[in-house]
């Protein structure tokens, strides 16, 4: 039986990059979670918006389970300021990632940093793939994807999935004659 993995409602990092940890969201953060989710133009690539606050909260503030997928608080340590969210989801040996930054913080490095924090914890969980779906037209984030060495593996319905290329592991033994 699978074993439920749940993301303690905390104030504490999950996991961090050198500017940003990410931890759950806390409903001081909803006001700004709403101003950029809620951003049509920066949006249209997301699926997770126009909501209300209320859906928002009910969404972001309940109990949650890597299993049944967590979206999280990105926040920047400087200021304490939530810049944006990743998403987070176990699927069998799968990790399914995802991640928004407010556009404010946008070409900042933010993304890449969190990004790949965020593989880092993944690899510390065990042994899983991990996995990102974007759109055909998200040219920015398919090109993180590709600084963070994911490769494209599939395309379906106008999305590109994508899996995270593990570093290669030298398992071969040199047998010198005597």
């Not at 994807?145 to 494209?152: A, D, G, S, Y």
């Amino acid at each position: 039986m699978n074993e439920v993995t749940k993301i303690e409602p905390t104030s504490q990092a999950i996991f961090e990059s050198e500017r940003c940890y990410v931890r759950r969201f806390a409903e001081s953060d909803l006001d700004a979670f709403v101003d950029y989710r809620n951003n049509v133009e920066w949006m249209k690539y997301q699926s997770f918006k126009g909501y209300s606050r209320e859906e928002y909260k009910e969404f972001l503030l309940k109990e949650a389970t890597l299993e049944s997928g967590a979206q999280l608080a990105i926040i920047r340590k400087v200021d304490q300021t939530l810049i944006g969210d990743v998403f987070i989801k176990k699927e069998d040996a799968i990790f399914w990632i995802g991640y928004t930054v407010h556009p404010s913080f946008k070409r900042q490095g933010y993304a890449f940093e969190i990004v790949q924090a965020m593989v880092e914890w993944i690899q510390q969980q065990g042994d899983y793939q991990i996995m990102a779906g974007v759109a055909v037209e998200n040219s920015a984030s398919i090109q993180l994807l590709r600084k963070l060495k994911f490769t494209q593996v599939n395309e379906e319905n106008g999305e590109l999935f994508f899996q995270f290329q593990k570093p290669y592991k030298n398992t071969l033994t040199i047998h010198e004659d005597v």
